[in-house]
């Protein structure tokens, strides 16, 4: 019984932050291509149990704060009700020079779940 490596959750973590923003009507791609990007300045996990291969898992972002130029967001991991996981991370929007800028007005979440 294989066990999911821990490093997977910071994937998870980004396919779930990309969702969010597609269901807000953009996606990341559009995004880039106003020359915007979202780095990640802090990532945080904290493991409960172990993940098994073949898990459904469920995972879930939450945008707790988006301002200025940071987007602060936390993370659950779950099989069925089971926490697995809790992360929290903050992005930081640069160009394409690497220089922090304002978030957009039209990009900036305003406490949207994602699951």
Not at 96 to 114: D, E, Y
Request: aromatic residues 10%.
């Amino acid at each position: 019984q294989g066990r999911v490596h821990h490093a997977n959750y910071l994937t998870y973590f980004e396919m779930v932050r990309t969702e969010m923003l597609r269901e807000s009507g953009t996606t990341y791609r559009d995004f880039e291509q106003s020359g915007f990007m979202l780095v990640v300045a802090e990532m945080n996990v904290r493991y409960f149990l172990p993940a098994d291969y073949d898990d459904l898992l469920r995972v879930r972002v939450e945008t707790t704060k988006a301002k200025a130029a940071r987007i602060y967001q936390k993370y659950e991991v779950k099989r069925g009700d089971t926490l697995l996981a809790t992360g929290s991370s903050v992005m930081a929007c640069v160009d394409h020079s690497g220089r922090v800028r304002r978030l957009p007005n039209w990009i900036t979440p305003q406490h949207r779940q994602q699951d």
